[in-house]
């Protein structure tokens, strides 16, 4: 047969053909287009069913695909994920935020890389690699972005398969730690206490709040008449408040009067040093522009020195308010200077360390022991949105397992050491 008489033989364009292979499954044929060269173009994938090959079929974007196979030859791994990030609906600054920092670290490893080229094995070896200096919660997210990413590429007729569909992210290990004990939490109050945030600290153990509640938490949140804190917004990365974590993170919480007491010493300092610094207070300290680069140069490293420079988002413009808890200067706090304290404050009571958060972690440990407490309010005081993660915080605790034991035991008779069981024993 001439060429010619091939080429009228061959499936007009857009025409969809869908043949049952030797195997059992079903190949998936998309006329499209020729090339500048004239060579045949077509989208080609394989399915388990018919039905999954027609629907398939249904989703194809034919336009897209359309495009010169030259050009889509050309399409690296980072465009594609930057195409991913601009269809993404924007929501708070943070999660902006956390998606950029994922494709970041995708792109700092196979940006380059073509996406016709991408293969499973190039992934797995990405991943193998980031594992070596990532938690594994970390790979999980970055697989999750990449496959969802891909997917939208399959559905652009860019690839017409999805080389991460068959990886299977890292297991994540839930590590259960032994709660503090009351000794070392009073000897982390008391090393709280002469150290410069023992209020906010108090504030913490006492009510299990996230640092950034903590930080973001101003003047009017808090009302000493009734002793409640409103945990209504969040600090935000670009200095400001936004929404909290959640819509159940949105809380009144009702304060002992032991940390009361604290507040009010506390707002009578704060008060104090307000009159001392005059109109100085509240104002940011200035500082030259060869500092400004050095502390840009330490906040790149603190992320990751590998990932190219412009990746962070710009953020919103950040509105000035009255913290609760404030630096000496009258600013709010940052959660990074609460954590370089909180490491003091461990490191001075002989404390094993353990992250700020760890602090939320006791709280509803300390919480669960009392039988008293469900486990619907202690979700609603720590602004849980399912009691099931509230769970995922109980730590191990010593004291209150020799109780479950004991308890056990009671509730089967076996404390019952009466005179029957001794002459048993003594037989034995």
Known sequence: MSSAARDKARAPNGSVSIVKRMDGRFSLTIELPRGADGKRNRHQSTHRTRQKAEARARKFNYEVASRAPEARSEVTVSATLQHW???QPPGEYSTQLNRAWLV?????????????????????????????????STCAKVLHVLRAALRGAVRDGLITTNPADDIRPPTLHHEVKDAWSRDEVRRIMRAARDGAMPALILVALSTGARIGELVGAGWEDYDPRAGTLHITETAKRSGGRGKPKTHAARRKLKLTPLVQRALAAHLEQVIERKRLAGPLWGQKRMVSEKVREKQRQAARARWNSSLPQGWIPRPPPAVAYEPLFPTS??????????????????EKADVKYREFHAIRASFITAALVNRVVSLKDLQDVVGHTSPVMTLRYAQRSQERQAQVIRMANEEMGLDDDDEEDRSTTRSA
Do not use: C, D, M, Y
């Open 329 to 346: 200067h009258g600013t709010p706090l940052s959660p990074r200077n609460v954590r370089r304290e909180w490491a003091r404050v461990l």
């Open 85 to 87: 990030l601009r269809e």
């Open 104 to 136: 970041a670290l995708i792109e700092s490893h196979i940006g380059e890389q073509k996406l016709v080229k991408l293969r499973e094995g190039h992934i797995k070896a990405f991943l193998q690699n980031l594992a070596a200096e990532k938690k594994p």
